[in-house]
């Protein structure tokens, strides 16, 4: 086997806070450099197997991470399903052939261990079956969010499955990566046989846990005869589940007992969360970073093999934590290395002040796959854009005024000063960061201010002239004659025109955040955004000893929010009895009271009980000045929230775009 020969140490950190983050560690047949893995997580940025040019964009991605340190990556790969003839698969598994059959995989993962292991970065490949998509071991569902009744598998098509793992397996050796990873998490096939909630057959498959553990032992032992001992094999496994009749933390503990005795795994990979729950598996600001890892250390404590540790892992110092109070052997990262590349070069280095830092919204994953848009990170426009090399020097430098200091705003400014544009910043307000200054405010938004922080830090080692507390007008910006405009100036609240009496008590969001008003004790909150904003409020007014209904127009709240994020803020406002409200429309407002129409129907009803209405019904663009400057002179633009209002996402994403026009 053509195992990668990653290097045994790296140079040591300059950094004296994190020796254990860069000490060497073997697992398995793998000796890592230090111990970081990042776990799969870019199949939306570009497919390995698809296109030239998609294996290329996910290629170079990872060509960043590995040359900045990381030791070890585990890549996606879908199982083979099998259907009878006609049955025709949907939803987030519905895959047929799979990946491991694919004609390209083996010379697709060998042109990608080639690249890493020149890195000095070991490759395992992860195997996925999610169940109910729709293979299950039983008729019982895991969840009370997604219904469609599965497919029970017979014995026999147990027997192929284990099979199918075994021929995978070969794959995976053929194409010279160093491990196995075997997926019993996050509703996984393999983990709904494990699981006594999932798991309910009564033959020699089910029942005891001896016998739930019959179909991943045998896939284990099929998967060892396969590549022997020259492979490094491990297990992903939910240390707990969260829904009733789901193993606690103690069953977890029991399964990685057992896969242990089984002699076949090498590592156990601790993790939490649903694709769905509360937490997801996918844990957003609403927790704290690495919330989970004393879990891990539990299961750490139980067996004698490596244990990983992955989950809301945001940085160097929280890894260091984690693994110096011997939670883990390795801990695994993958947003903060979306997020910021050469995060391990600028830990080693004693720059880890200069790490562009996640915060936890999700938009990594919700674009892909609820929004149906490009990849795309918050924080950092260039990540899956790697491909394109090195952010290009402008061809002919320039002057550029940025009128309007928000998230659009600032990463337009830095981007065109470092392309070499000489760039000034005008901002309104005493401080940089729109509203994401306001967001902060609610509780768990915290990690938004640090990303504003360190934008403010990149602007002025950049050099960009910040002009704080300017507001400008048409007269101002021709007078200072930039050779470029751009307006970034946001959105003002809006105010849906809602009849309202004069004795309401009624206020938007924007004046209660910011401390401007305060509502009364009973509030009802009027959602007209799909996204987190309500939810945010709702959240900061509850903490604060509010009652608050909320309603929404749509079936259900914040429907652009999506399944990793949802849960933790639906969950956090019904644990302080937040009433939510769907299908009906605020339609007239009076003292106390308003009338409510369902969206559907029509029919209209009143609805009391509270003091005051808040309104948080997202923005208005504020256009009035480009639309001036525009009138006069050309080389204008606008992006942002003054284009459309949109997320933190849209908004970087545009100024990147806008700033490589204007490099030329």
């Known amino acids: 086997m053509d195992q990668p020969a990653a290097p045994s140490r790296e140079p040591q950190p300059t950094d004296p806070r994190f020796l254990t983050l860069f000490s060497p560690v073997t697992v398995g047949t793998m000796r890592l450099k230090n111990r970081v893995m990042s776990p799969p997580h870019t199949s939306a ?10 294996a290329e964009r996910n290629m170079a991605y990872w060509d960043v991470r590995a040359k900045a340190g990381v030791s070890w990556i585990d890549i996606p790969g879908r199982m083979r399903n099998f259907f009878i003839t006609g049955f025709e698969p949907s939803g987030i598994s519905a895959e047929t052939l799979g990946w491991f059959r694919l004609p390209n995989y ?7 261990v080639k690249r890493m292991k020149a890195h000095g970065a070991y490759v395992t490949c992860q195997m996925t079956m999610l169940g109910a998509f729709p293979h299950a071991p039983s008729p019982t569902l895991s969840a009370p969010i997604a219904n469609p009744h599965p497919h029970v598998l017979t014995v026999e098509e147990i027997r192929a499955f284990v099979e199918e793992y075994r021929y995978a397996a070969s794959r995976v050796a053929e194409a010279g990566a160093a491990g196995i990873e075997l997926h019993f998490n ?4 393999l983990e709904w046989f494990l699981s006594p909630l999932t798991n309910r057959r009564d033959d020699a498959y089910g029942g005891s846990f001896e016998k739930r553990a019959r179909f991943p032992r045998e896939i284990l032992a099929a998967i060892r005869a396969e590549v022997g001992r020259d492979l490094t094999v491990g297990v992903r496994l939910n240390v707990e589940e969260p829904m009733p009749g789901g193993y606690d933390a103690e069953g977890g503990i029991a399964i990685a007992r057992m896969f242990e005795e089984t002699g076949d795994v090498d590592f156990i990979h601790a993790v939490v969360g649903t694709p769905w729950g509360n937490p997801s598996y996918i844990q957003s600001h609403f927790y704290k970073p690495g919330e989970w890892a004393h879990l891990a250390g539990a299961i750490k404590r139980a067996v004698s093999i490596p244990v990983v540790y992955t989950g809301l892992v945001n940085g160097p110092a929280v890894a260091e934590d984690i693994l110096s109070q011997g939670h883990a052997d390795v801990v695994g990262m993958a947003r903060a290395m979306a997020a910021d590349g050469e995060l391990l070069a600028k830990a080693r280095e004693g720059h880890a002040a200069d790490i562009r830092p996640c915060v936890g919204g999700n938009e990594c994953i919700s674009r892909r796959y609820v929004d149906g848009l490009p990849f795309g990170c918050a924080v950092n426009p260039h990540t899956s854009r790697e491909v ?6 402008a061809r002919t430098r320039r002057s550029l005024l940025v009128v309007g200091g928000g998230p659009a705003g600032m990463e337009l400014a830095a981007l065109a000063a470092e392309s070499g544009h000489t760039v000034t910043l005008w901002e309104a307000r005493e401080r940089l960061g729109g509203l994401i200054n306001l967001a902060v405010r609610a509780p768990t938004f915290d990690r938004y201010g640090d990303y504003i922080g360190w934008q403010a830090r990149r602007l002025e080692r950049l050099g960009v002239e910040i002009v704080l507390g300017r507001t400008a007008t048409a007269a101002d910006v021709l007078a200072a004659q930039a050779d470029s405009v751009a307006f970034a100036t946001g959105t003002r609240g809006a105010w849906p025109d809602i009849p309202a009496s004069d004795d309401a008590d009624v206020m938007e969001a924007r004046e209660v955040l910011s401390g401007a008003k305060t509502p009364g004790r009973r509030v009802l909150i009027v959602a007209r955004d799909d996204h987190m904003p309500p939810l945010a409020l709702a959240d900061f007014l509850s903490l604060a000893g509010h009652a608050v209904t909320m309603v929404y127009g749509t079936p259900s709240a914040a429907i ?9 803020p639906l969950g956090r406002l019904d644990e302080r009895g937040v009433e939510i409200r769907t299908l009906q429309e605020v339609v007239a407002i009076r003292k106390g009271e308003v009338d409510l129409r369902n969206v559907y129907s029509g029919k209209v009803r009143p609805f009391g009980g509270f003091d005051t209405v808040v309104l948080s019904c997202g923005g208005v663009s504020e256009t009035a000045l480009f639309d001036a400057v525009r009138a ?5 633009h606008v992006l942002g929230d003054a284009y459309a209002p949109r997320r933190m996402v849209f908004a970087t994403r ?8 204007l490099a030329g």
Not at 186 to 189: G, S
Not at 560 to 568: D, H, Q, S, T, V
Not at 632 to 636: E, N
Not at 654 to 661: C, D, F, G, I, T
Request: glycine letters at 14%.
């Open 186 to 189: 996050h509703d996984d096939l």
């Open 106 to 112: 083996v010379e697709r993962v060998g042109a990608f």
């Open 45 to 54: 940025i570009g497919s390995l197997y698809g296109t030239e040019a998609d």
């Open 632 to 636: 006069q002179r050309g080389d204008v």
């Open 560 to 568: 652009l929010l999506g399944r990793y994020i949802a849960g933790a």
């Open 654 to 661: 545009q100024a990147y775009a806008l700033a490589k026009e």
């Open 388 to 393: 394109d090399g090195p952010w290009p020097a």
